[in-house]
């Protein structure tokens, strides 16, 4: 993937020079100073670190203030002293032959204590070996350093909490009443008072986006053009995708904050690595690095093992005993957080996103079952549960049998088993629709590859799809595993990436006024990183229109991506409207414009060809509307079906059609913004029946204003 496109590296105004935005002060632009007290002011004026800045403010608002948000972390330290001196407790404090009997003479009690199987403290401390002290000395100064980190925290959240009250006039306990976008409107109103960023006299949403997630916008970008060594080819297992909360920890480390990072601080790329000159040399050092920090990870793999399997043990242990079926369920793979998730998308849009994914994924995932495994699996909780059941009734009838060594041990690995066994075991009742299920899942998570279109009943589908949403089991495995593969990862996967990191950051990096280096993709340019397939429909508002559906005009706006520089499956476009959705106020540069009013018209167009195909019940709207226009792929295809969707709803609930024709029992009638990522609801060809949705974990996780505007999809 190396490429040396980049000869020169030059700033970036922010949206180009029609917005007369690059060298106006605000006196100049004719912007009212309202003057505040010359103490308040100063206090917010020039904050040198907006990124961390702005970063804490997003997590004080997504965590409930600051009492919240402080007690979390402390509570932390001290599980953290809980797992050390409770597993110190239990391998040298404890003596196992008096709680298990296997001394009959240990104690001249008829009945056995805890207490009497617990070793006094002194024979406690002579028990402790070398390798245990060794333990103990690590973890007190891991625990003194997040100590540290804590009190520092605890002063930055404090002046956080200074901002929130007096800047933006918010207390903590109106935090869950409002919007993440009503909090960013409030930003912009105090720069414009109190210049927090003196480089710019205004402050976009972009703007605040791109100092939330640069590093995270970097990473997004990074996987979706396969550049980060996520997958890998093992003898009996083939091709599986390997990404935990430890592997993500050193690429992080490593690309963006570490003291090794091409990073010369939160916002600045380091002026080497815009240089082509510079590139083999930077490749050699950043391959340097990483085997240094691969072999650290060698070294201190054994205690990371230790402390993942001990935290393992006590976080799911109780879970599995109460709910043995847990480790069945699915979840969302760190992999497909990355895969699925939009430039400039912050965690809550996320999850909301995935959270309403979820479902159907899960439907789609339950319909594949191995004939081999059902048949396996009905017969092993056949004999499990007739023993499980043998012993509860005898439990029942004389609760002495309880007292039987090894029966209550028994019990609870029968009834963990039979949960288990029940994982595998289809539902009778399950109706087989597997297009229908991922057209759904589709219409929540955006990105799918094209090749799935059609291949949703098969194998291979399943699959590669179970690598963005596996198994909770699988998850914790990964986790525990994570400590011994990392560092084979780094040392012999990601050092032969340094080249192509290299010319990633010098290709994919541009100076933005006022903001700092940003990744190009993050910029959401669909002329610079835009999909063709995407741009084939696209016209410019001051052309002519289309004559009839299928009379694209070529000539409005192409793109001049090509492979290496275009974003994979439309991830620019589908971002863009995304964004354009959530932050309706934003006001994009013209090529943004042009494109998300031609997506508009074509997707009314469409919705309205489906609309009236949906009355005579000839065909099945939502897979008419995924098959519309393959030629914009299959992101379009889904806000075009998440469109009709909700229209239909709208008109069943007022009675202006039959609700059955071409409805599926999984949508809801408030589904349609839901699907297109907005907090607001979204307008559409039948405006007023749509009821509002459901903000799911309060307001503050909400999408986008919370009140209607007119800007969305279809209407402007």
Not at 645 to 670: E, H, I, K, Q
Request: charge should be negative; proline fraction near 5%.
């Amino acid at each position: 993937m190396s490429a040396t496109l980049e000869r020169s590296y030059q700033p970036l105004q922010p949206y180009g020079p029609e917005l007369g935005e690059a060298d106006e002060t605000p006196q100049d632009s004719g912007v009212m100073i309202h003057v505040v007290p010359e103490n308040s002011r100063a206090r917010w004026n020039h904050v040198e670190d907006l990124d961390s800045f702005f970063t804490r403010m997003y997590h004080y608002h997504q965590k409930h203030g600051f009492t919240c948000m402080i007690l979390q972390e402390i509570l932390e330290l001290l599980q953290f002293i809980f797992v050390v001196m409770f597993s110190t407790f239990l391998l040298h404090c404890v003596d196992y032959s008096v709680l298990f009997r296997d001394n009959v003479n240990a104690t001249a009690h008829q009945k056995i204590s805890l207490s009497d199987a617990v070793l006094p403290t002194s024979e406690c401390i002579a028990n402790l070996g070398a390798l245990t002290w060794v333990c103990i000395l690590v973890a007190v100064i891991f625990w003194a350093l997040r100590a540290i980190k804590v009190i520092y925290h605890l002063f930055q959240f404090w002046d956080i909490k200074q901002f929130f009250n007096t800047a933006l006039k918010i207390n903590d306990s109106d935090l869950d009443n409002l919007t993440w976008h009503e909090i960013q409107r409030r930003v912009r109103e105090v720069q414009l008072e109190q210049q927090m960023c003196i480089h710019k006299s205004d402050l976009t949403e972009l703007d605040i986006y791109h100092r939330i997630l640069r590093f995270k916008n970097y990473m997004v970008a990074m996987v979706n053009k396969s550049l980060l060594p996520v997958r890998l080819h093992l003898p009996l297992l083939g091709e599986i995708v390997f990404l935990t909360r430890g592997l993500k920890y050193n690429i992080e480390l490593l690309l963006f904050w570490g003291p090794w990072a091409p990073f010369e601080n939160n916002w600045h790329l380091k002026e080497d690595y815009k240089k082509v000159s510079r590139r083999k040399d930077l490749a050699e050092l950043l391959s340097k690095h990483i085997l240094w920090v691969g072999i650290a990870n060698f070294v201190l793999c054994p205690l990371i093992l230790l402390w993942q399997i001990l935290y393992s043990f006590f976080n799911y242990a109780e879970v599995i005993k109460r709910e043995p079926g847990s480790l069945g369920s699915r979840c969302w793979s760190l992999y497909g957080r990355l895969y699925l998730r939009h430039f400039n998308e912050l965690d809550h849009e996320l999850n909301a996103r995935l959270n309403r994914a979820y479902r159907p994924a899960s439907k789609y995932m339950n319909i594949f079952t191995s004939p081999l495994m059902t048949i396996i699996a009905q017969n092993v909780a056949f004999v499990a549960g007739a023993c499980l059941a043998v012993l509860l009734i005898l439990s029942v009838y004389d609760e002495d049998v309880i007292t039987v060594e090894h029966v209550l041990t028994a019990i609870t690995v029968l009834g963990a088993v039979v949960a288990g066994s029940r994982v595998f075991i289809p539902d009778e009742n399950l109706v087989w629709c597997p297009e229908k299920l991922l057209t759904a899942v589709l219409a929540h998570a955006h990105y799918l590859p094209d090749s799935y279109r059609g291949q949703a009943h098969t194998n291979r589908v399943r699959e590669e799809f179970s690598q963005l949403f596996h198994y909770k089991a699988v998850y914790l495995l990964e986790e525990l595993l994570s400590p011994v593969v990392t560092p084979f990862i780094l040392c012999f996967h990601l050092r032969s990436k340094s080249l192509d990191i290299v010319d990633f950051y010098r290709n994919f990096t541009v100076e933005v006024v006022g903001v700092g280096d940003v990744c190009s993709f993050a910029q959401m340019d669909v002329r610079r990183h835009g999909n063709p397939a995407w741009q084939t429909s696209v016209t410019s508002p001051v052309k002519p229109q289309p004559s009839g559906p299928g009379d694209a005009i070529k000539a409005g706006m192409h793109t001049v991506a090509n492979q290496y520089t275009q974003a994979e499956d439309g991830k620019t476009e589908l971002s863009l409207v995304h964004f354009t959705l959530t932050n309706p106020e934003w006001q994009p540069p013209t090529d943004a414009e042009d494109f998300v009013t031609a997506l508009r018209t074509q997707a009314r167009r469409d919705a309205n060809q489906l609309l009236s195909t949906a009355g005579v019940g000839a065909v099945n709207p939502l897979y008419s509307s995924l098959h519309s226009v393959s030629s914009l792929g299959a992101g379009f295809s889904s806000l075009v079906a998440s469109i009709f969707r909700g229209n239909t709803a709208a008109m069943a609930a007022g009675g202006l059609m039959d609700s059955s024709v071409g409805m599926m029992p999984l949508f809801s009638a408030g589904a349609v913004q839901s699907n297109l990522g907005s907090g607001e609801r979204a307008p559409g060809l039948c405006e007023p029946m749509v009821p509002a949705p459901t903000v799911r974990g309060g307001l503050s996780r909400a999408e986008g204003p919370i009140h209607s505007s007119e800007r969305g999809l279809l209407y402007r």
